[in-house]
C-alpha cells in the first residue's frame, strides 16, 4: 500500500485531484451512494431546475459495467499519461497555466455538450489534452498497439479509430480533438506561428491561487521574429525578456 500512496502522490497536483475524481465519482455511481441518474448532464435538469453541479459530475462520471469497463480503463490510462506529462512538460512550473487550459477546454465541452445532449464529458475532455498534448510534441515518434509507431500529431486520430472499435462511437472523441484544436490555434499557433492576436490569457486570480514555481514572465513560446524586432526597436534595440519559451514540437 505504501508503494501505491508513493506513486499517488507523484503524480502531478492538477492531474492528480482530476485523476482521482475520475475513480472517486464512478465509484460512487456504482456503489449506489448517490444515483447515476444525478451524475448525467441533462440540460433540462440543468438549466431548468438549477442543477448545477451536472456539468462537474459529468466531466467525472463514467457508467462502469461489463460493456464499458474496458473503455473507461483505457481513458483513464490516457488521462494519467498526457495530462502528466503535459503538466511536467509544456506546463511545467505553470500550474495557474495548465489549469485555464482545462477550464478553457472544459468550458467549451459543457457548451456543447448541452447543445448535442452529451450526457458524459470524461472522454472529450482527456481528448481535448491528448491532442494539446501531440500537437505541442507533434515530431515525437509515440507506440501505440501491436507496436504500431508513428508520429504524436496523428495519435489523437488514431485514438478516435481505436475507441469507435471498442466503444462504437466517435463523437465523444471527435469533440475532444476540435476543442483540443481551437485551445492550440488560439494560444499558441495564431499569436506565435501567425503573428495575430493572443486571445487566450490566463486570469490573474489563478495565478494567485496557483503561482508559478520559478522566475520568469509567464506564458508560452517564442514570438515571431517581427514582433520581438518591434519590441526591440521600442525599447532602443535593447533586448526584450519574453520570459522561457516553449517552441512548438522541442522535447
Known sequence: MSDLGDWF????????????????????GKLGLVSPVYLFLWPDAFISRFQIWRPITATFFFPVGPGTGFLYLVNLYFLYQYSSRLETGAFDGRPADYMFMLLFNWICIVITGLAMDMQLLMIPLIMSVLYVWAQLNRDMIVSFWFGTRFKACYLPWVILGFNYIIGGSVINELIGNLVGHLYFFLMFKYPM??????????????????????????????????????????????RHNWGQGFRLGDQ
Not at 502522490?9 to 460512487?28: C, D, E, K, N, Q
Not at 493572443?198 to 514582433?227: D, I, K, Q
Open 9 to 28: 502522490r507523484s503524480i502531478p497536483l492538477i492531474t492528480r485531484y482530476w485523476f482521482a475524481g475520475s475513480i472517486a465519482v464512478p465509484l460512487i
Open 193 to 238: 506561428d501567425l503573428g495575430g492576436r493572443n486571445f487566450l490569457s490566463t486570469p490573474r486570480f489563478l495565478y494567485r491561487w496557483l503561482p508559478n514555481r520559478r522566475g520568469g514572465v509567464s506564458g508560452f513560446g517564442v514570438p515571431p521574429a517581427s514582433m520581438r524586432r518591434a519590441a526591440e526597436d521600442q525599447q532602443g534595440g535593447g
